[in-house]
């Protein structure tokens, strides 16, 4: 029987870096999270197969289960299930396929479908919380931990006291938040594999991370730390930036591109009603990605 999916080993190895964030998801919320990720994952590839049933090829892209899996992993884990498919459904449907499908989206497709909801479900995105588990067996042995329910995430705290939560729990992870972005340091550690494996290039991830850190610095006068290990900024910059269709293809183009989102993230979270920008500013930076990428290449046909 042939596989229904494309053999793309890139895609395989980020689904690979994802395993780790997802059993770190699971520890800290419970096994829910595994059912929100599966209900994403399986939405996307019904909706894919739609598009792509009477091609010629037929077959899915590996990518699909990318998109469900980063999507599932920037939610919150109290997210209704039919959310999380309706999210899935506008990541597939207007985030990639209407450009033609893989290899041809504008948009990262993950971020399409999260702000997507983010706009369209902001109660549930942006209000409903849980503190996660903290010792074994944590969540392995619970379904959902549905006491200690909370309304605030560390950036939500700081905006409404101006207090940070401990820089060692954030880095670590042990905090409210979506699924798979609370732990910077695995993130960080699954980006070296990335980067290692060739799967991932080095420089959006820096230059995201290192112009939000910057521009934090500048609008806040204070240690930019909490505010790179808090929110999806660091999710965000790993696995999303290094989005190979979404992103510049200029080596140069890449740096400007890592620091309109850096810079971008950090205005919308000074300035913005929403405390969180990552989301925003990557969309708003994959809009100017083509004109930045024909703006180079024409300066390089001079420089000739």
Do not use: C
């Not at 409404?160 to 820089?167: K, M, P, Y």
């Not at 880095?171 to 494996?197: C, D, H, K, M, R």
């Not at 080596?251 to 890592?258: D, F």
């Amino acid at each position: 029987m042939k596989s229904l999916f494309m053999a793309q080993k890139n895609m395989q190895r980020m689904l690979y870096a994802l395993i780790p964030v997802l059993l770190f998801g699971i520890f800290l919320f419970g096994w829910r999270v595994l059912l929100v990720l599966v209900i994403t994952n399986l939405t996307a590839v019904i909706t894919e197969f739609l598009f792509v049933r009477n091609k010629k090829n037929g077959k899915i892209s590996l990518a699909v289960l990318v998109t469900g899996s980063l999507l599932a992993l920037s939610l919150p884990p109290t997210i209704p299930f039919w959310m999380a498919s309706v999210g899935a459904v506008v990541a597939i449907s207007f985030g990639k396929m209407v450009f033609g499908g893989f290899g041809m989206n504008v948009f990262n497709p993950a971020i399409v479908g999260r702000t997507f909801m983010y706009i369209s479900f902001a109660n549930m995105m942006t209000v409903n919380w849980i503190e996660p588990f903290k010792s074994l067996p944590g969540g392995f042995a619970a379904y959902l931990k549905v006491e200690n329910l909370t309304s605030a995430t560390p950036l939500i705290t700081f905006r409404d006291t101006n207090v940070h939560s401990d820089l060692i729990d954030l880095l670590l992870g042990f905090i409210p938040g979506s699924i798979g972005e609370t732990s910077a340091l695995l993130i960080l550690l699954t980006a070296i594999y990335l980067v290692v494996s060739k799967t991932a290039r080095w420089q959006p991830i820096i230059a995201t991370l290192a112009s939000f850190a910057i521009f934090a610095s500048i609008f806040r006068t204070e240690n930019p730390l909490p505010f790179l290990f808090s929110g999806s900024i660091m999710f965000g910059a790993v696995y999303m930036t290094t989005d190979p269709v979404s992103m510049p293809k200029d080596k140069r183009t890449i740096w400007i591109y890592g620091l309109l989102i850096g810079a971008i993230t950090a205005l919308i979270r000074k300035y913005s009603l929403f405390v969180e920008g990552f989301s925003f500013a990557l969309l708003i930076a994959n809009t100017f990605t083509p004109i930045i990428d024909y703006g180079f290449s024409k300066v390089k046909k001079k420089g000739a």
